[in-house]
């Protein structure tokens, strides 16, 4: 296992050779930059007086400046908590209390930590880069220094790189309720003993040239891109989102940046199976490794992809709490077997009954987890960690089972836990938001199943008595109480929740209702041109109103790629057909869509 | 021009490699430059204007095709327009062909509005002299796919040297200078087997020249970093006539087939009218004269004869087409039946005169 030393002395040579270090869209990093930037932030945290054993909290919409501050801080021995820009100040403000962060970094524009009483830096604006002008400056304009002005006047300084295998490294926020936020505590020790594990499995080296554009907050996106980076010396690359309309582009980036792993969720494979115009994507002789993260894989699409596109995909299952992952299907064929999770790799997993006791073969049970990357606790929540690890088990939630050959499978859920697009949500979490509205006297939420998505989340709500709000009333307000990604797709006003004898909602019920919903809506839905604003105003969670046909995916910022998949399927569903790839990735606006339905009918 | 598009910083590589071949038209052939400029313009404004744009597309498709007959006729007439300099109508054929192509697929809404990949797309040396006739979406493709590769290069260095030399060693000095050479020195220049062998050696020729050449291009384009399509694929293992114009300068053969066979069938309904058209479209692109258009209408009555025999199902056809020597005489029939092409068209057109 590395030491932060050895991380720090692999910078600083392959600083001499000017390689690549992190490449976004429109700017690329090489490790001189980098180690520059590093030095810069280790002065500037010494500045701020923060030491080995402090932490920051970083919650920013500049994805270099939380790139650098995660991994300046890393190598200091200073904890770290990534958080989503669109975080709902309740949950914020649990956040902080739990976290107790020495400073804050965040975008001056944030309003969610308005109330914070901590010590923080606001990171100012970026002015956005020039696009306009000459055509000639257009091309020659090369704009690649770190634009890390704001630490100008803070001296450059050698990391302190005396952090400790048990010294805590960062602090994860998983889904949960602001009651009781789970911050994954991960020391040095859990995140090299994974990032040695995931070296082993995927052959990583200072030649590797990754591509993961997953969020940043996300474990996955941090922990398996920069910092995987830093720990092999090798090259990240984080394009443009994976929306839609730039599907092709991100993907012809594999053959341009000779990428040589893909880290994905299932979300963004079904987008490829679905909306991807070739099949050659992988076919370079630089490519060896397809990952999918972050949720289960579906067997269907998980074929259709290998087939398709002549690549196998290695699955990587794996929790918050194991840092990334520990069970991996592929690559080898030793270790690879489809509709399964894999193997274990540096870890021990046994399968439980309720009652606790290790369950033989093909018997399905809780499956509990064990090995260096397990993770030391929750933080200042001695309640959740002793019910979440047992004799060093760690009890997933998830249920499944093991075969004959040792391959892990996973069949359901203990825990209620929504998977939407790779994002864990927690069911309480929701309800808790719903109830905060004021006039919500009950709430639950189940997950609904999703093609693209794996789950959506739907809720129930049951009005206090003379209350007038809406469906849509209620949507509009959740998200002042929960990120984006976590608002239902859907909600249901009823009279009352159905709940079994012991007083908990029966939530098989409930899946009933939305299926008979379903069925119902398609039968009656015409579509016309209101009846196309709701449904797509439902989609984006905006008001209806506020719609026009000019309205494109940049006029609202809840016009994200999933909203546009979810925008797409209900117009599909109302209108009784399926639009052809083509059309699909050409809208970009609402009209663009009403023409192609419109024809259509 | 490898070296340009590797030297140079990666967001100048692209311009400098159309300017480059911006600059070698206007210095080679002047005329084509202001031709495809012409053209190129109007092709993007009708392409991505907001209004009465089928109209539009028609006028611009009928400007490309009478531009594209004016220039020809202007240079097999040897025409001089008094401007000076050498008239030459350098890659026309194939420019026209592209703007057409641009043209239907943005009327189809296949194609994104950028200007500077439309430049790239116009002004891309390796392709422009002769062919393939490459398609905008996948060029556009190949602009976001492009990386230095050192591979990639060598390999279309191999493809460079192996093309030349098929236009060189094969098709000039074996082919013409030997063979052809050769047969102009036989007795019985007037018999039926002469006729055969000079036609054999002339469809040889082509091949090595078109394919030859095509390979030139794809090894330029290979080492700037953008791959374009095969342009031959074995001809001469055919199974069928259908078969060998899928095999055949397969640009042409599918440019033809989207922009002509396929309107044509659609408005037509009649499969001879719509692959005669498509024929006859493919021998006036090769010329202008009297000859090609018999030449179309030969192939369209192979093709369409042996459409006919695809679709057969009864128990002879079913029971030739299990036995081992049919697909060799079905091969040596479609041989004999390119080789006769100038055979009978000779003849017809030699009655005519």
New interface residues.
């Given amino acids: 296992m590395k030491t932060l030393n050895d991380i720090y002395q692999n910078l600083s040579s392959e600083s001499n050779k000017k390689k690549t270090f992190i490449k976004f869209e429109a700017r690329h990093f090489n490790y001189q930059e980098v180690t520059l930037s590093i030095r810069k932030l280790s002065g500037f945290f010494r500045f701020h007086c923060l030491e080995k054993g402090h932490r920051i909290l970083i919650c920013s919409d500049r994805e270099d400046i939380v790139v650098f501050s995660v991994l300046s801080s890393l190598l200091n021995g200073i904890s770290s908590a990534v958080l989503p820009t669109d975080i709902s100040s309740h949950r914020a403000q649990s956040i902080l209390e739990t976290y107790q962060p020495d400073l804050i970094i965040l975008d001056e524009n944030l309003t969610a930590f308005s109330e914070a009483s901590f010590p923080y830096f606001k990171i100012k604006d970026k002015k956005a880069t020039t696009t306009k002008g000459s055509l000639l400056s257009r091309f020659i304009n090369r704009d690649n220094s770190p634009d890390l002005s704001m630490f100008e006047a803070f001296e450059a300084e050698e990391p302190n790189l005396s952090a400790m295998s048990d010294n805590l490294a960062f602090v994860n926020f998983t889904s949960g309720t602001t009651s009781s936020p789970k911050g994954v505590k991960i020391t040095y020790k859990n995140l090299f003993s994974h990032l040695e594990t995931l070296g082993k499995q995927f052959s990583y080296n200072a030649d590797s040239r990754i591509l993961n554009n997953l969020t940043l907050s996300h474990a996955d996106g941090m922990i398996q891109g920069p910092v995987l980076a830093l720990y092999y010396a090798c090259s990240l690359y984080r394009p443009c989102s994976t929306d839609l309309q730039k599907l092709e582009y991100f993907l012809n980036s594999i053959h341009r940046e000779q990428i040589t792993h893909m880290i994905t969720v299932p979300t963004i494979l079904s987008f490829m199976d679905r909306f991807a115009s070739y099949n050659d994507y992988f076919d370079t002789r630089f490519f060896q490794h397809l990952l999918s993260v972050a949720g289960a894989l579906n067997k269907d699409l998980w074929k259709r992809v290998e087939q398709r596109f002549k690549t196998r995909v290695c699955n990587v299952y794996g929790l918050t709490e194991t840092v990334a992952g520990g069970v991996f299907c592929g690559p080898n064929d030793s270790t690879y077997k489809t509709g399964s999770v894999g193997v274990p790799v540096d870890m021990d997993v046994k399968i439980v009954s309720k009652e606790g006791a290790e369950l033989p073969k093909n018997i399905e049970g809780e499956i509990l987890l064990k090995g260096d990357n397990v993770f030391e606790g929750y933080l200042n929540n001695v309640q959740a960690t002793e019910a979440a690890v047992k004799d060093e088990w760690f009890l997933t939630g998830d249920l499944g089972y093991r075969d004959e050959e040792g391959f892990l499978f996973i069949s359901g859920r203990a825990k209620e836990l929504i998977i939407s697009g790779g994002f864990n949500i927690h069911p309480a979490e929701v309800n808790e938001a719903l109830l905060k509205i004021e006039g919500v006297a009950e709430a639950a939420t189940v997950g609904e199943p999703h093609p693209d998505l794996q789950e959506t989340v739907t809720s129930f709500a049951v009005l206090k008595a003379g209350v007038s709000e809406t469906k849509d009333s209620l949507l509009r307000k959740l998200p002042n109480f929960l990120e984006h990604y976590k608002v239902p797709k859907d909600l249901f006003i009823v009279d009352q929740l159905p709940v079994g004898d012991s007083g908990k909602v029966i939530l098989a019920e409930l899946k009933n209702i939305i299926s008979h919903s379903r069925n119902k809506h398609k039968k009656e839905e015409i579509l016309d041109l209101d009846a196309f604003f709701s449904l797509v105003s439902k989609e984006l969670n905006v008001d209806k109103n506020v719609l026009s046909l000019s309205t494109s995916s940049q006029d609202l910022p809840s016009w994200d790629s999933l909203a546009h998949l979810n925008i797409i399927v209900s117009v599909e569903s109302a209108i009784g057909f399926k639009l052809s790839n083509q059309d699909v990735v050409s809208i970009t606006s609402l009209n663009d869509l009403w023409q192609i339905a419109y024809k259509g009918l | 021009m490898s070296l340009i598009a590797w030297s140079l ?1 990666k ?2 590589q692209l ?1 400098a490699v159309s300017l480059l071949g911006n600059l070698f038209v206007l210095w080679f052939a002047p005329y084509a430059f202001v031709a495809m400029s012409i053209s190129a313009c109007l092709v993007y404004l009708i392409s991505h204007a907001k209004s009465q744009k089928g109209h539009w597309v028609l006028l611009g498709v009928g400007y490309c095709i009478s531009q594209f007959l004016l220039l020809r006729f202007l240079q097999e007439h040897s025409v001089d327009l008094g401007l000076g300099g050498s008239f030459s109508v350098l890659g026309v054929a194939y420019f026209t062909c592209r703007d057409v192509h641009y043209l239907v697929e943005s009327y189809k ?2 194609v ?1 509005k950028n200007i ?1 990949t439309f430049w790239y797309y116009q002004s891309f040396l390796p392709v422009m002299i002769a062919g393939p006739i490459n398609r905008y979406h996948e060029f556009e ?1 190949e602009i ?4 230095l ?1 050192f ?1 990639q290069i060598s390999k279309g260095i191999e493809r460079i040297i192996y093309g030349y030399a098929k236009v060189t060693v094969l098709g000039n000095y074996l082919i013409e200078h030997k063979i052809q050479s050769y047969l102009t020195q036989l007795p019985n220049q007037e018999s039926i087997l002469h006729s055969w062998l000079v036609s054999l050696a002339d469809w040889a020729y082509l091949y090595a020249q078109f394919s030859g050449w095509s390979d030139v291009a794809i090894g330029f384009s290979l080492c700037i970093g953008i791959k374009v399509s095969e342009n031959f694929n074995r001809p001469l293992s055919s199974k069928s006539l259908v078969d060998f114009w899928k095999r055949w300068h397969i640009s042409l053969s599918s440019w033809c087939k989207d922009y002509v066979f396929t309107p044509a069938l659609l408005i037509t309904r009649n499969l001879f009218i719509a692959i005669s058209l498509s024929m006859v479209t493919m021998g006036l692109w090769h010329e202008s004269s009297l000859y090609y258009i018999f030449w179309g209408i030969y192939h369209a009555i192979g093709i369409t004869l042996c459409r006919l025999y695809m679709k057969q199902d009864n128990e002879i056809v079913e029971y030739l087409r299990q036995r081992f020597w049919w697909s060799s005489f079905t091969r040596a029939l479609t041989i004999f039946y390119l080789i006769n092409a100038s055979v009978f068209i000779g003849l017809f057109y030699d009655g005519l005169y």
């Fill in positions: 910083p967001k100048t311009p809404g296949n994104r500077v493709r976001q796919r492009r990386s590769d591979d």
